[in-house]
């Protein structure tokens, strides 16, 4: 999976410097509107599916209050257990991560092979290539059914005023919607690619949600911030505003995504960093700030093959630069993995399949699969992908 940026994913720092002078990592923010799969503004949020929000309701005793919550233990609590994960699957939304292709027409084609497999979604990277949001706009004349999304758009070089009118323009023509994810990419990028100061980029965030949330709402802004300063408005009505996530994986990045967001899109996230970082903190940020339980968008490379090391050690050489990104070591290290490679879901149908349901299991609201490997090993792991959706 590439990396934002350059690379081409979710975007982080991991620097000193932004609130509080902590560590932060990439980060996603929206202002208050409810959204949730699917990502528009009026549609109330989905329950959250992971380990840190709500079970199917128990039955209430007849005329009185519910039975006392205990755990039952053995057969039982494993196959309550196995109930409750088969729930989440259901609910969880899984989506394609499509990473660029040769030609425009290939990340159309990438799109379509997704639509026709029914996923529920296809994200498309920023890299220093095609343009993701022109891209988007193309697949969704060339699959209408399918969500389009973005992970992720760096925001330094992008003013909110013209982000804005962007994805207004896609949202306009995606009869399924657009989840635009954007995120502060990294130092080494911005100021080394672009040539911009790569300033407390958690501020940053927090001031350029401000200024976009209520333009994609068709909304006049007037802030002047440290970090962002914009007046205006964008005239390109919808009938609703775009999802927003943003590249949140530090604690201070996902308060601001659980205060002003939508949710968050992950990258090089292990399922147990999930579960006991990401979606709790999240979480928390929403419920403090009265916001609707935030989308956890976990992506995550696969591989059905016979080849597993061979697999991981050409991620390793094609993308293995990113475990020296601070915000990528930092969660690399919470999970206890040496590099990225370590992340990639490979193996047998079956182990692929271990690997995806945890992060159902963990708190993922949605999965974006990237498919690696030759070809005929990406149309087996599609298969796989595609059944797990189909709940098969």
Known sequence: MSVEGADGQPGAD??????GDVRHRDGLAAPGQQVQRGGRDEVPAAPRVGSHGPVPPRSSQAGGAPPRRQRPSGLVWRGARKMKIRFRLEIMKIG?????????????????????????????????????????????????????????VPTYPRHPLALAGQALTVQAVAPAGLTLGIGPSHRKIIEGQFGYRYDRPARHIREYLTVLRPLLRGEPVDVHGETVTAVGRVDAPVAVAP?????????????????????????????????????PTIAKAAADAGRPAPRVVCSVMACVTADPDRVRA???????????????RAILDREGLRGVHETVAAGDEAAVERALRRYAEAGATELLVSLVGDAREQARTLGVVAALRAGD
């Open 14 to 19: 991991g620097q000193p410097g932004g609130e």
């Open 96 to 152: 394609m991560y499509v990473s660029g292709g040769p030609s425009p027409d290939a990340v159309v084609d990438q799109v379509r092979t997704a639509a026709r497999a029914g996923l529920d979604s296809a994200f498309l990277s920023q890299l220093v290539s095609w343009d993701a949001l022109t891209l988007a706009a193309l697949c969704a004349t060339a699959a209408p059914g399918i969500e389009l999304g973005t992970a992720v």
């Open 243 to 279: 999802s927003v996530l943003v590249s949140a994986l530090g604690p201070v990045m996902l308060r601001v995504a659980g205060e002003l967001a939508d949710g968050t899109v992950t990258v090089w996230t292990g399922p147990r960093t999930v579960d006991d970082h990401i979606a």
């Open 314 to 328: 050409a991620v390793a050489s094609q993308v293995g630069f990113a475990s020296d990104f601070p915000s990528y």
